[in-house]
């Protein structure tokens, strides 16, 4: 399987991930740094745009350690307990993208890439940093998504400022049942999608949204 190349500089460049996919599958992982940050609905998200682009049968999403994937309906979303993460992908290795929620302690280096969910309400933050004072101090150079976030830019740069990281994304509170710009735009930044990209009826997706 051939990932992506992790980032190791806080304000880095994103490097693009549209040539791993073209090589081989693409494993990206989620995981959810304070309590409930929404890791389940953004991968169904992101896979229902992905999926326009990449074909329904070559975007997977795979929790793991629950179920609650099967809310959604999809077969192409799966759980699997972690002793079973390897026969999972060697059972989807025809897909172009995986999409991994990864719930609690599980390991991630089958990940290529990785993204941190973040949802910054106070009671939130407040949680997750008296579980663990250096918990954003781990996240330097990752890619930290603000996620069900209502901050304004200098919010964003406030909140940057105090855990001395750097966000990825600033993700506003979406309809999971409505195609979003956002999410486009989203998967653009991350170098899945580019502005000339079709759907599988020809028409370009970026800036087309309909439900």
Known sequence: MAGMENSTE????????????????????????????GATTFIYMLKKELAIVYGQ????????????????????????KQSEIKNMFQKYSNATIILVDLNGNVEDA???EVLYLVEPSTLRLNKVVR??????????????????????NNDVFDFESEAGIKVFYNLP???????????????????????????????????LFRR
């Open 10 to 37: 806080t304000g880095a460049s994103v490097a693009t991930v549209t040539t791993k996919v073209e090589n081989g599958t693409t494993v990206i992982g989620v995981r959810n740094v304070t309590e409930h940050a």
């Open 57 to 80: 049968d070559n975007v997977i999403a795979i929790e793991i350690d629950k179920n609650d994937f099967q809310l959604f309906n999809d077969k192409h979303m799966v759980s699997c």
């Open 110 to 112: 089958f990940c290529g």
């Open 131 to 152: 579980r663990n004072r250096n918990c954003f101090s781990k996240l330097v150079g990752k890619k930290v998504i603000l996620n069900q976030s209502l901050l304004l």
């Open 173 to 207: 509170p979406l309809d999971e049942r409505k195609r979003n710009a956002i999410i486009n735009d989203f998967l653009t930044k991350l170098g899945l999608f580019n502005k000339s990209v079709k759907n599988n009826s020809g028409n370009k997706i970026f800036g």
